[in-house]
């Protein structure tokens, strides 16, 4: 979890006007819905839609609702999630009409021929050699959506969106560098004082390259890690009709350093990694602090409440690749003169909504590179225009935070 430091950092934030770059690409076809469970009707979020038979994607926001667009005209959509029986659509002629998904829980039975045991930590060793194999050989090239939130209490004070493109080397060349660039992006904050306090991601769009784990080998997915934790086979689930092999870690030792819970899932005929779930151990707040502050101002009185990530690799072609990926960073701090603490919460998603792979895999200029050690808002340069999202993949706004970019917008 110490990778995710780098990111989730508390400092001031700049009050800065919503902004926006070039535009580029044409995807000129959509299909738009909302995906609910059959049974309950509840909606369903981050539910991976994609294309078949291309490398569109997208994921479902809060509301349960999607909108994924193509270069060419849409015949079928295809829903993910991890508990779910997959489901393929065909989509309505119209781009307007909106689509009412309903996707079943799946009932996996476990046949009686099937035996599920094992050494966990063999399990992660195993999985952890086959890495290689089951992550592409070649460079590839991805468009993807980003997203940061910032809430002070329940209130917005901070958005900010990019598009940006994301180069992977070779799961085999340890050589190989990888980048992520900022095509077009705008961010919006508060106007108030008061919000000054507050939080600035760090990193941002880099995070896709540094939080993909299993490209980088960090924790839990390298030796020296594994022996600082103990792990638990839990029963099996299923994403995409695929069994999953599902791994709880709990830290095993006293470290000088906060260490984390986690929920790992396998599949079990290729042992590649579908899904990570990651928490920081917050029951030693200094230790949970030091993981989670590099600085702060005079006064600042800090308490860490929660810093999580989710990983989602999707796999296509016979290839595990990172599709998904989402940080939550909540904490409470106050100044040394008031009595009541103020709890902010920081969320930052990715999703990649297109591949390029042989030719189109090109490397992103070193002089375009997005650093961890920059901010969204670096990159960021002029007021958007009313369709800055229009030829693009992305993460549909929920209807709280079309709320408050429009309250905040009102204040500028």
């Not at 934790?229 to 599902?246: C, E, K, N, W």
């Not at 990694?273 to 602090?289: I, N, Q, Y």
Request: a positive charge.
């Amino acid at each position: 979890m110490s990778a995710i430091r780098k990111y989730l950092t508390v400092l001031a934030i700049a009050l800065l006007p919503l902004v926006a770059g070039a535009q580029t690409d044409t995807l000129r076809f959509s299909a738009k819905g909302v995906v609910r469970d059959a049974a309950s009707g509840q909606v369903l979020q981050a539910v991976a839609v994609t294309l078949p038979g291309t490398s569109f994607a997208t994921i479902t926001n809060a509301d349960g609702t999607f909108v994924i667009k193509s270069d060419r005209p849409i015949d079928n959509v295809s829903f993910t999630l991890l508990g779910y029986k997959g489901l393929t659509m065909t989509a309505p002629e119209s781009s307007s009409e909106v689509m009412r998904v309903r996707m079943k829980r799946d009932e996996f039975t476990i046949d009686a021929a099937t035996v599920l045991s094992g050494d966990p930590r063999e399990l992660m060793r195993l999985a952890i050699a086959r890495i290689s194999d089951n992550c592409p050989a070649q460079a590839e090239l991805f468009d993807c959506f980003y997203r940061e939130t910032v809430q002070k209490r329940q209130r917005f004070i901070y958005v900010s969106e990019a598009v940006t493109k994301m180069y992977k080397s070779s799961f085999r060349d340890f050589l190989g560098v990888d980048r992520a660039a900022v095509v077009k992006s705008r961010l919006l904050t508060s106007p108030r004082k008061s919000d000054t306090l507050g939080v600035k991601v760090l990193g941002g769009p880099a995070m896709s390259v540094e939080l993909d784990l299993v490209k980088t080998r960090s924790t839990p997915f390298n030796e020296r890690e594994l022996d600082m934790y103990s792990f638990t086979l839990l029963p099996p689930q299923v994403i995409d009709g695929r069994m999953q092999l599902v791994i709880a870690m709990l830290p095993a030792v006293e470290a000088d350093y906060a260490l984390q819970y986690g929920t790992i899932y396998i599949d079990r005929e290729t042992l590649a990694f579908t899904r990570v779930e990651l928490s920081l151990d917050m029951s030693d707040p200094v230790k949970a602090t030091d993981m989670m502050l590099i600085r702060r101002p005079a006064g600042l009185r800090f308490r860490p409440k929660e810093m999580s990530l989710i990983l989602d690799y999707t796999r296509e072609d016979g290839k595990s690749r990172l599709s998904y990926l989402k940080t939550v960073f909540r904490f409470n701090c106050d100044w040394k003169k008031r009595l009541l603490a103020t709890e902010f919460t920081a969320v930052a998603e990715m999703v990649a909504t297109k591949r390029y792979t042989g030719p189109d895999a090109v490397q992103i200029p070193r002089s375009e590179a997005f650093s961890h050690h920059q901010a969204l808002a670096d990159k960021t340069s002029y007021y958007a225009d009313p369709d800055f999202w229009k030829d693009y993949n992305i993460i549909e706004p929920t209807v709280g935070l079309e709320h408050a970019v429009a309250r905040l917008k009102a204040t500028e």
